[in-house]
């Protein structure tokens, strides 16, 4: 595959980038990295506080619950709106300088992965220190949900990276259509609110998969149900299909257009 080839050949200036993203997001800021996990934590707290007065919520371990779901859609939130600006964030080096342009939203998307993984250690924390909870081995199965969730929302940035190019007021429909899903995957609540019936239509959101697979990791000491994490993958790779091949098409306008 050629975009394989030329990442490894310029694997350097992924590196660079990759480390760039990591250290640019909170220059000058006092906490610095810490940000990645201070901002679900404390979104995780207010949630706790207010949403069972909302909905009479009575789920077991409510804020360990929240934070995890939360984190996971962090994650995603971050990939898709990082991607989605990179290449117009990058327009001077895209003019002046060639190289695989497949490598800034990749750049982003790893960088995202590096960020979960840090945030990661508060869901660990919060497990400990949890007698009810504590960890278990099922957390071996991570990486695996964790490459699920990359894939997805890379090919989710791909596509969206090079379409914003051409249509500037992507961001913003794109902005109001994760607002959308946020409250359609299960992070404020569990689907059992829902007849048994709808939970299916519920579940064709993949985040909805992946919240609910590393909330069986981490919480509940359970393996995650495979059929729907092979839902998800499956999801995950034609979405990164389709992300790649529009991806392809646009960018060769790239220079002309940002």
């Not at 990058?90 to 979960?116: D, E, H, Q």
């Not at 090919?155 to 359609?184: E, H, P, R, W």
Request: with cysteine; hydrophobic share 55%; glycine share 4%.
């Amino acid at each position: 595959m050629e975009e394989i080839r030329e990442i490894i050949q310029y694997r350097e200036f992924l590196k660079t980038s990759v480390q760039k993203d990591i250290r640019g997001k909170y220059k000058g800021s006092f906490f610095g990295v810490l940000w990645s996990f201070i901002n679900p934590l404390l979104q995780a707290v207010v949630y706790a506080v207010i949403f069972p007065y909302i909905m009479r919520t009575q789920i077991e371990n409510y804020l360990v619950y929240l934070i995890i779901g939360i984190i996971a859609w962090t994650f995603f939130t971050n990939v898709i709106n990082a991607g989605m600006m990179v290449i117009q964030m990058n327009a001077g080096i895209i003019k002046k300088v060639y190289f695989p342009r497949i490598i800034l939203p990749l750049s982003s998307a790893i960088s995202g992965v590096v960020n979960f993984l840090i945030s990661c250690l508060v869901i660990l924390l919060f497990c400990i220190f949890n007698p009810s909870i504590g960890v278990s081995w099922h957390i071996i199965i991570l990486p695996l949900i964790t490459f699920i969730q990359f894939v997805l929302s890379l090919g989710i940035s791909l596509a969206l990276s090079a379409i914003n190019i051409y249509i500037k007021d992507t961001q913003y429909i794109i902005q109001f259509v994760l607002n959308l899903m946020f409250y359609a995957t299960p992070i404020l609540y569990t689907v059992d609110i829902f007849p048994e019936s709808l939970r299916w239509v519920l579940m064709l959101n993949p985040m909805a998969g992946l919240v609910d697979a590393y909330r069986c990791i981490f919480m509940y000491h359970t393996i995650p149900d495979f059929s729907v994490l092979a839902y998800t993958c499956v999801v995950s790779v034609v979405l990164f299909v389709i992300g790649l091949i529009v991806f392809r098409k646009l960018e060769k306008g790239f220079a002309e257009e940002v």
